[in-house]
């Protein structure tokens, strides 16, 4: 949140051009680009503001219904699995879910949700492949990647490759059979 934007005439523009660049030929470009050329080109001082504003386009445009929490709002406290333990209890969750790169610190530090009777659990994604304009296929590119190339079915490809998730235990012992979709 204390990381500053240093606005320039460049800084707007060369974001704008590059995205224009590598997606105008996309499919879905012309339908979705305009606005997000308007919040790209807004004034904004902060790096945190404006990434909000992303999200919650981003959000909107793939029509993903859900409240945004921000962890600062919730004023919670501590550190590392502290820190989400007093985030999950302010929002009254009982599982967390993680991205599996957190995996060898929560095995460390499981006790601590176990404390408090929340459950970890691992993000499990199985990335589906859709067209591209660019060949071979890039996985993971950008959820803008996505919108440009699929429109309005982004959300079903997105959630087509949701598989279910990994317990703390399978996570550490291995992963289990990563192509069997959630029902």
């Known amino acids: 949140?204390?990381?500053?934007?240093?606005?320039?005439?460049?800084?707007?523009?060369?974001?704008?051009?590059?995205?224009?660049?590598?997606?105008?030929?996309?499919?879905?470009?012309?339908?979705?680009?305009?606005?997000?050329?308007?919040?790209?080109?807004?004034?904004?001082?902060?790096?945190?503001?404006?990434?909000?504003?992303?999200?919650?386009?981003?959000?909107?445009?793939?029509?993903?219904?859900?409240?945004?929490?921000?962890?600062?709002?919730?004023?919670?406290?501590?550190?590392?699995?502290?820190?989400?333990?007093?985030?999950?209890?302010?929002?009254?969750?009982?599982t967390y879910l993680s991205p599996i790169g957190s995996l060898d610190y929560l095995a460390e530090e499981y006790h601590v949700f176990d404390a408090h009777d929340i459950t970890i659990l691992f993000h499990n994604f199985h990335h589906t492949e859709y067209r591209q304009v660019f060949k071979p296929f890039m996985p993971y590119a950008s959820a803008l990647d996505l919108l440009f190339n699929e429109g309005g079915q982004s959300l079903s490809i997105l959630r087509s490759g949701r598989r279910p998730s990994f317990t703390l235990k399978e996570a550490v012992e291995g992963f289990r059979d990563v192509t069997a979709p959630v029902e």
């Open 1 to 94: 949140s204390d990381v500053e934007i240093i606005r320039s005439e460049a800084f707007p523009k060369d974001h704008v051009r590059s995205i224009e660049l590598n997606y105008c030929r996309s499919p879905f470009f012309d339908h979705f680009f305009p606005e997000l050329r308007v919040l790209l080109e807004e004034p904004e001082d902060s790096l945190y503001r404006l990434n909000v504003k992303l999200i919650r386009w981003m959000a909107k445009t793939f029509g993903i219904d859900a409240r945004l929490e921000r962890a600062s709002d919730l004023k919670a406290s501590g550190t590392r699995s502290d820190f989400l333990v007093d985030i999950c209890k302010r929002v009254n969750a009982e």
